[in-house]
């Protein structure tokens, strides 16, 4: 199997997990490190024969034809995956999302219509209104992405099938919702905010706090891509969520809460531009014809991530220095 971006918060964590269920298979990881990328977030699989760590961009197309000679199928995680990035740095999303997955589309179609799998978001579906309550995103949902970040993975996904159309590419997509868990990059929502919080700073909540998210445990998404990569449909798109719409806010109230703190420590900051108000995802098909469904339930997830962070200390003290700290200043003092 090659994974991209399997360096990352899902990546690393669906390469566990399938190296934990499946021992015998292989993987090649092809992850560029960006500033997401850490190789510590595999560090217990490092000498493990069936891992292989390459270190390279998903633009490098002799690179990537090079390794994906033999792997029996291509799981695509490898992308700029902050929105708040993408409002600031529009063009390496278009760079690493657009362009990068279609040097793999390009890779797998010439060496013999390889099986691949591409990773997608829910927000390709825009924002719904708070007070329709009733609507959730679904496989036949339109697209209609807001911010620079939906709109290249739209670009992917369009891409993604378009290869199967065409040239009868052996693609499956996954649209899913906001992850959270082990190993997220803390700039992040959760992560940014539990950590904050372990340094006795205030945490950064966007407009009202009242803009939603629908949030699944990064181990349910492991799983569900695990079921479609073995067992979905060719051609199809599968809507991944584990129906558990919260607002920012009652998630803030929940962490500031569990760390000890009150609402003293929310600091209610000037709103992402064009920040989508509501997504939700009804994953009606992925249950019913895979037989997935999420194991983690919110309250157990979160608690489990707060504690997480407070015992691995070393992991986020080190990314949150650098090119994070200049990344900040450039979110804060310069948009
Ligand atoms: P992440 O930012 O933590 O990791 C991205 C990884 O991709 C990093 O290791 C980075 O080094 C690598 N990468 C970036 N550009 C690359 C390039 N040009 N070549 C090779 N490697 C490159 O992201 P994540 O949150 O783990 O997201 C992984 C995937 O899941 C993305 O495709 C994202 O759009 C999708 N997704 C994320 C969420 C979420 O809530 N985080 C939800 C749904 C879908
Ligand atoms: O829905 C899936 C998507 O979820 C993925 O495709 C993206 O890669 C992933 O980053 C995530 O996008 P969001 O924009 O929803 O996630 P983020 O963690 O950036 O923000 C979650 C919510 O919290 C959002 O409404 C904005 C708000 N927020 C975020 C930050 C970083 C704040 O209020 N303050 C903050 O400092």
Redesign the pocket.
């Known amino acids: 199997m090659l994974v991209?971006?399997?360096?990352?918060?899902?990546?690393?964590?669906f390469i566990r997990h399938i190296l934990t269920k499946y021992p015998h298979y292989s993987i090649i990881n092809?992850?560029?490190?960006?500033?997401?990328?850490?190789l510590e977030n595999l560090k217990d699989f490092e000498f493990n024969p069936n891992y292989k760590f390459v270190k390279?961009?998903?633009?490098n197309s002799e690179l990537v034809e090079h390794i994906a000679q033999d792997v029996d199928i291509i799981v695509?995680?490898?992308?700029?995956?902050?929105v708040d990035r993408s409002v600031l740095d529009p063009f390496s999303f278009v760079?690493?999302?657009v362009l990068?997955t279609h040097v793999l589309l390009e890779a797998a179609r010439k060496l013999g219509n390889k099986r691949f799998h591409h990773?997608?978001?829910?927000?390709v579906f825009g924002s719904l209104p708070l007070e329709e309550t009733h609507r959730s995103f679904h496989e036949e949902t339109p697209y209609d992405p807001k911010s620079p970040?939906s709109s290249s993975?739209a670009a992917a996904d369009h891409l993604v099938r378009a290869y199967h159309h065409t040239f009868g590419l052996p693609i499956t997509i996954s649209?899913?919702?906001?992850?959270?868990g082990p190993?997220?990059?803390p700039e992040?929502f959760i992560p940014l905010f539990i950590t904050n919080l372990l340094e006795e700073k205030k945490v950064p909540l966007y407009g009202d706090g009242k803009n939603v998210r629908d949030w699944i445990h990064v181990a349910d998404?492991s799983a569900a891509v695990d079921r479609i990569i073995h067992d979905g449909r060719i051609g199809h798109t599968y809507v991944v969520g584990a129906n558990c719409e919260k607002s920012n806010f009652e998630i803030t109230k929940l962490i500031v809460n569990c760390l000890g703190f009150g609402e003293e420590m929310i600091e209610y900051v000037k709103d992402r531009p064009g920040h989508d108000r509501r997504y939700s995802v009804r994953p009606h098909k992925i249950q019913a014809e895979l037989g997935w469904n999420p194991q983690m339930n919110f309250d157990d997830g979160i608690k489990k991530t707060i504690q997480w962070y407070i015992d691995n200390p070393d992991w986020w003290r080190r990314v949150k220095s650098g090119e994070y700290l200049e990344y900040y200043d450039r979110w804060y003092n310069k948009r």
């Open positions: 991209t971006g399997g360096a990352g918060f899902i990546g690393s964590n092809l992850d560029k490190l960006t500033y997401a990328g850490n390279g961009d998903i633009l695509h995680f490898a992308a700029e995956t902050h760079r690493t999302n990068g990773i997608s978001t829910d927000e970040y993975k649209n899913c919702s906001n992850n959270y190993y997220q990059f992040k998404h």
